[in-house]
């Protein structure tokens, strides 16, 4: 995972400027949590403050990530109340999951 970001993507946008489209994203950046995977084999990484809001072209994204939140870093959150739609809320730390199936996060194109 060096040299690669994990961001959390809020918004697809695109503008028009002097005839030429871009489709750009609007994204949260997440913080390496060390220098190399944990015990898990997986790397840890965290939210950043609301101010690491960013707008970058579509094409630097690389490829999708499946982010599994670390549960155990959250007391007092029951996660069968979670919603799917709220896990980046709710939780600070996450699993960058590299064991999930390469066909579950193709980009469409």
């Known amino acids: 995972m060096l040299g690669l970001d994990v961001t959390c993507v809020l918004c697809f946008?695109?503008?028009k400027h002097l005839g030429t489209e871009y489709p750009c994203?609007?994204?949260c950046w997440f913080d390496r949590v060390g220098d190399g995977p944990?015990?898990?084999g997986m790397w840890v990484v965290h939210t950043c403050n609301a101010q690491d809001i960013a707008?970058?072209?579509i094409d630097t994204i690389y490829h999708a990530a499946?982010?599994?939140p670390v549960y155990a870093s959250q007391r007092g959150i029951d996660p069968a109340s979670i919603k799917p739609n709220e896990s980046y809320d709710k939780f600070q730390f996450y699993y960058v999951n590299k064991f999930?199936?390469?066909h579950a996060l193709e980009?469409?194109?």
């Open 66 to 68: 499946q982010l599994i």
């Open 55 to 57: 707008i970058i072209h």
């Open 107 to 109: 980009i469409v194109s």
């Open 38 to 40: 944990n015990n898990t």
């Open 100 to 102: 999930a199936d390469h």
């Open 25 to 27: 994203v609007v994204i």
């Open 13 to 15: 946008f695109s503008f």
